[in-house]
């Protein structure tokens, strides 16, 4: 039986500032530690969202294309769903609908996953282009962003939650991928005005943190002169 306690995160957001962009884990092993989940590809290759354990990825062109288990990415989560319904919401927008969740979960201090289905207006996401060897820092790799907008988008959005503590192994606070029920629109999101639809919870009490130990540029990198936390913020939060 899997194991539904457990967030599985493989690399760290950390790792992404200074542009240690390279696929450390195969896709096809990433979806061994979860049916659900969240993630870029090598070089910041667009956004990952895995729903009911297919993966699909949102290009900077704004496609959306299915991953094939040879796909690299160094940073994801995944956990196996086992979600219950906690809220139904009715046209709230995203600041009143997160605290609605962080009131109803009473779980700041430790990690979750919400997944919404419903009916999001006047949405903005993004999507990172591809770069490839040398890699820049994580704030220039990924203004090479494209920024797309729906009025209106019925769809699934998936998040994870984690704790300020843990912020630059992951982001503190909420990160939020989306996936359109037509699977024509996702990506990375960064706004929405507002949202009707049920909202379901899951939580963690493990952190399984894998690190990418056969990636001899992380092994040998040091992160002390990067500015890990702003820049996390500014690319992720
Ligand atoms: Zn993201």
Not at 91 to 108: F, G
Not at 155 to 174: E, H, Q, R, W
Not at 205 to 214: A, F, S
Request: proline share 3%.
């Amino acid at each position: 039986m899997s194991n539904t306690n457990t967030l599985y995160q493989h690399g760290t957001l950390a790792l992404l500032v200074p542009g240690l962009l390279d696929g450390t884990i195969t896709m096809k092993d990433l979806l061994s530690h979860g049916d659900t989940g969240i993630g870029t590809g090598e070089g910041l290759d667009g956004e990952l969202i895995i729903l009911d354990g297919t993966p699909y990825q949102v290009d900077s062109h704004g496609n959306v294309n299915l991953v094939d288990s040879n796909f690299t990415l160094p940073f994801a989560n995944s956990h196996f769903a086992d979600y219950a319904e906690m809220l139904e919401v009715e046209d709230i927008s995203r600041n009143n609908l997160q605290k609605q969740i962080t009131d109803a979960a009473k779980s700041s201090n430790t990690f979750y996953s919400v997944k919404i289905t419903g009916t999001f207006k006047n949405i903005k996401t993004r999507a990172v282009q591809k770069s490839s060897q040398p890699y820049q820092s994580l704030a220039k790799t990924a203004e090479n962003q494209s920024i797309f907008t729906k009025d209106s988008v019925e769809g699934t959005l998936l998040s994870y939650y984690s704790p300020a503590i843990f912020d630059g192994v992951a982001v503190g606070g909420f990160h939020s991928h989306l996936m359109s029920d037509e699977h024509d629109f996702g990506g990375h999101i960064l706004s929405f005005e507002s949202v009707s639809g049920v909202v379901s919870f899951q939580q963690f009490d493990n952190l399984e943190q894998h690190l990418p130990t056969d990636n001899k540029e992380y092994m040998e990198h040091d992160f002390s002169n990067d500015n890990i936390l702003d820049d996390v913020h500014n690319a992720e939060g």
